[in-house]
């Protein structure tokens, strides 16, 4: 199983309905991210948490929320969703960084294409 | 607050060319630098990265970069392009230790394409 796990890997959907898309993981980290990428622009962050009672907004959190079940758990919901919002979403984890942390990094899921039309 | 710029959204080599993808990158602590390359209909995957320590830092398939703290600079060079080579790529930043950790901030992307 992959460490990060997407659902789903697709979707597509109308205007003004509501969907989650959600994000599990086996790595014990405490950090986990959503980000959202577009042609052009890169990956850009949605919401991120650095543990279960922690969310915190990212440069692109208008129209989005969050909800972390638990530690291995983040999932994010787009309320009413808008043509925007069309992306390639990816979830990822990390751990805290220490020193001496020569594994020190980001693990990202295989991502959901999400298309709003 | 941390950014990333990266100098050129398409570069284009001839197959056995050296590749140069630029990276600068801005920082209020010491940073975690990343490199991540994505295929077509991929997710990322971590090319190398930059913690603590060596300034040059060599990853996988033939490619590394050196962190030049003077110049804000993570720079990705492989000395012989391979058609193989043509995916998209990604330089990110992330505060280091004595930052405690943030997230990862990426830079906009550069589409790199190997010619014959």
């Known amino acids: 199983d992959a460490d990060v796990t997407q659902t789903p890997r697709n979707r597509i959907t109308k205007t003004g309905k509501r969907i989650m898309l959600e994000c599990s993981q086996t790595?014990?980290?405490?950090?986990m991210y959503w980000y959202r990428q577009d042609p052009g622009l890169g990956l850009r962050l949605i919401y991120y948490s650095f543990d279960v009672k922690d969310i915190n907004k990212g440069e692109i959190s208008d129209g989005y929320s969050v909800s972390r079940q638990a530690q291995a758990k983040f999932s994010l919901s787009l309320e009413s969703a808008i043509p925007n919002q069309t992306a390639l979403y990816f979830c990822?984890?990390?751990?805290?960084?220490?020193?001496?942390?020569?594994?020190?990094?980001?693990?990202f899921g295989s991502g959901t294409r999400l298309t709003v039309v | 607050a941390q950014s990333v710029t990266q100098l050129g959204s398409h570069v284009s080599v001839s197959e056995g060319a050296l590749v140069l993808l630029r990276c600068n990158y801005s920082?209020?602590?010491?940073?975690?630098l990343f490199w991540y390359v994505q295929y077509p209909n991929q997710g990322l995957q971590l090319l190398l990265k930059?913690?603590?320590?060596?300034?040059l830092v060599k990853g996988i398939n033939g490619f590394e970069a050196e962190f030049k703290k003077s110049e804000t600079s993570f720079h990705l060079t492989k000395p012989s392009a391979h058609m193989s080579d043509a995916a998209e790529y990604f330089c990110a930043v992330s505060e280091g230790l004595t930052g405690g950790g943030n997230k990862l901030t990426f830079g906009t992307g550069t589409q790199l394409k190997v010619e014959l």
């Open positions: 930059y913690t603590t320590g060596a300034t």
């Open positions: 790595k014990g980290h405490d950090r």
């Open positions: 990822a984890t990390s751990d805290v960084p220490g020193q001496g942390q020569d594994n020190y990094g980001y693990t």
């Open positions: 920082s209020s602590v010491p940073p975690y």
